[in-house]
C-alpha cells in the first residue's frame, strides 16, 4: 500500500472490491490527522518567537511520526482482517461439524476484525490529545492546520468505532463483547477533546 500513490488507492477504495473499505479510510484519515500535527511541528520548530515551547514540539513531532507509520500499517492491515472474516463466512456448512468449524471461525475473525479499528481508535485518539498539546505554542500561520488534524484524526475515530461496533454486533462471547465496549469507551472520549481543539482554534482564527 505505501507504494501505492493517492489516486490508485482511492481508484482502489471506490472499486467493487470490498477491501480497502472503512476500516482502512478511518486509520488513512488518523495518518492525515498525524501528518497535519507534524507539519505544524516542523514548521514552528526553529523559530526564534516559539522557543520556548521547541522541546514539547520536539516531542510531539517524534510521537505522531511514528503514530502516522501506525496508522498507515492499520490501512493494509484492515483489508487482511476483513478478508478473514469473509473467508470464515465461506466455509462448507453441510454438516454439524462443518458448521460447528465454521462458527469458531468466523468467532475467531471477527476478534481480528475487531482488533484493527481498536487499535485505530487507540491511534486516533493520541494523534487529538497531542493536537491539543501544541495549540498554545504553535506557529500561528498554521494554527488552522491543528484544527484540521483534530477533525481528521476525530473522522477517524468516529469510523473506528462504527467499525468495532458492527463486530461486536457478530460476537457470541457476551464477556469478550463487554470488555471490548469498554475499552472503545476510553477511546471514545477523544472525541470531545476533538472537538474542542476544532472549537478553540476557530475562536483564535475568528477573534
Known amino acids: 500500500m505505501l507504494d501505492q500513490t493517492v489516486g490508485s488507492w482511492l ?3 471506490a472499486s467493487e472490491a470490498p477491501a480497502p473499505g472503512g476500516g482502512a ?3 488513512m484519515n488518523a495518518a492525515v490527522g498525524a501528518g497535519l500535527v507534524a507539519m505544524v511541528c516542523n514548521l514552528t520548530i526553529g523559530k526564534p518567537r516559539y522557543a520556548e515551547h521547541e522541546p514539547l514540539m520536539r516531542r510531539v513531532l517524534a510521537a ?12 493494509a492491515d484492515d483489508a487482511i482482517a ?5 473467508d470464515a463466512y465461506k466455509l462448507p456448512k453441510d454438516t454439524d461439524a462443518e458448521k ?8 475467531a475473525a471477527l476478534i481480528g476484525a475487531a482488533d484493527v479499528p481498536m487499535r485505530t481508535a487507540a ?16 506557529n500561528v500561520n498554521v494554527l488552522s492546520d491543528v484544527a484540521v488534524a483534530a477533525a481528521s484524526a476525530r473522522a477517524a475515530l468516529d469510523s ?27 477511546h ?10 476544532v472549537t478553540t482554534v476557530r475562536e483564535r482564527i475568528n477573534g
Open 64 to 75: 505522531v511520526t511514528d503514530l502516522r507509520a501506525q496508522a498507515v500499517q492499520l490501512a
Open 25 to 27: 479510510a478511518a486509520a
Open 82 to 86: 476483513f478478508s478473514a472474516v469473509t
Open 11 to 13: 481508484d482502489d477504495l
Open 123 to 138: 491511534v486516533a485518539a493520541s494523534i487529538i490529545e497531542h493536537s491539543g498539546q501544541i495549540i498554545d505554542g504553535a
Open 188 to 197: 471514545a472520549t477523544a472525541i470531545d477533546t476533538a472537538t474542542a481543539v
Open 100 to 107: 460447528a468449524a465454521r462458527t469458531e471461525a468466523i468467532q
Open 160 to 186: 473506528a468505532v462504527i467499525n468495532v461496533e458492527i463486530n461486536l454486533g457478530a460476537m457470541k462471547d457476551a464477556a469478550r463483547r463487554d470488555a471490548l465496549r469498554t475499552e472503545l469507551a476510553k
